[in-house]
């Protein structure tokens, strides 16, 4: 699989990358449900074998259960053939109560402590990419936190600093005291704002750009459907947080799924494969994240990192999201 580089940093990435946050389970505010470790491990063995060269995974996915998942997983390959981990930091909770309501924390001092233990579960020494969470909710100034990331990186317990769901205002802070070597935003055929703001910012500014979601959480792949989401356990985050798996945006998300099928059906592929493909394409953008439960999901969109879509695949699918409602952001480039 092809790699390109992130932002002007030294690391190499493939398209896409496997993302470790379903992985973590359920229990908590924003789990996925129940999972079973074994098919966690295997399905990150399939990625790997597939050709992907990172994993995205953070603390607050089951409270850490995802990064000692993925720890665990890699640790059992060759170390020549080991993806590269990227995690993060600014979430955190009660210790005692994994269940509990977290809170974001950007302290300086919190982001060492996470550091250390996120290192200590993924059973690495260095974390190649370290990225902030969410904005700080407790008042730390974005500039205290950043020089953290910048010493950690000194100190070679990271070889990149990013950030995930900032604004514009928050980086540029970032960016005037030093390098922002990579940001996540959500994006999607159905979640398309970051092609308004974040990713031309990325692109002025030398920075790589990993978007999550590409496969709107689920909704843009093969087998969803609406009765689906009744049926979602308690511990679910999507039946109990996200507005685009509750109506009238459930039936407009679902009816652009529905449109992309004739052009996976002609490429002799799956829609998942063909809605990453679409992110991948948009200027700007280095990777994305693709979740997987087992090794089988996996199968079903890693020919997306290698399908690239005509200019007649993206007039057609501009159509289908106009004609479709669904989301929100500019339909094509």
């Avoid at 992985?23 to 990150?44: P, T």
């Avoid at 070679?156 to 604004?167: E, H, L, P, Y």
């Avoid at 009238?248 to 052009?263: C, F, T």
Wanted: proline share 6%; charged share 25%.
């Amino acid at each position: 699989m092809k790699t390109l580089q992130l932002g002007v940093s030294d690391l190499h990435i493939t398209p896409l990358g496997l993302g470790a946050w379903a992985i973590g389970g359920g229990g908590y505010a924003f789990g996925w449900g129940a999972q079973n470790d074994d098919d966690s491990m295997r399905a990150i063995h399939r990625a790997v074998d597939s050709g992907i060269n990172w994993i995205d995974t953070a603390p607050g996915y089951g409270r850490g259960r995802s990064e000692k998942v993925v720890g665990k997983a890699v640790g059992q390959m060759p170390p020549g053939s080991r993806p590269m981990i990227f995690t993060k930091c600014g979430f955190v909770w009660d210790e005692t109560d994994p269940g509990s309501d977290g809170r974001r924390s950007l302290r300086p001092e919190s982001i060492r402590k996470e550091c250390e233990n996120s290192l200590r579960r993924l059973r690495v020494e260095q974390i190649d990419l370290y990225q902030f969470h969410e904005p700080d909710e407790e008042g730390t100034p974005v500039e205290d936190s950043w020089a953290m990331m910048k010493d950690l990186a000194r100190e070679g317990k990271i070889r990149a600093g990013g950030v995930s769901n900032f604004g514009i205002p928050l980086l540029e802070r970032c960016e005037s005291q030093h390098h922002i070597d990579s940001v996540q935003p959500q994006f999607s055929l159905i979640n398309r704002d970051a092609a308004s703001d974040i990713i031309p910012w990325a692109a002025r500014h030398g920075t790589g750009v990993i978007v999550y979601s590409p496969m709107g959480s689920g909704l843009l792949t093969e087998r969803f459907k609406a009765s689906r989401v009744r049926s979602f356990p308690a511990d679910d985050w999507r039946g109990t947080f996200s507005p685009d798996f509750q109506e009238p945006a459930l039936s407009r998300n679902l009816r652009l799924r529905d449109l992309l099928r004739p052009v996976a059906a002609n490429r002799g592929t799956t829609v998942e494969a063909i809605a990453l493909a679409w992110v991948l394409a948009w200027p700007g953008v280095t990777g994305a994240i693709a979740g997987a439960r087992a090794p089988e999901q996996v199968d079903g969109w890693i020919a997306g990192s290698r399908t690239e879509l005509t200019d007649e695949e993206l007039t057609v699918i501009e159509r289908a999201i106009l004609d479709s409602g669904a989301g929100s952001g500019p339909a094509g480039s």
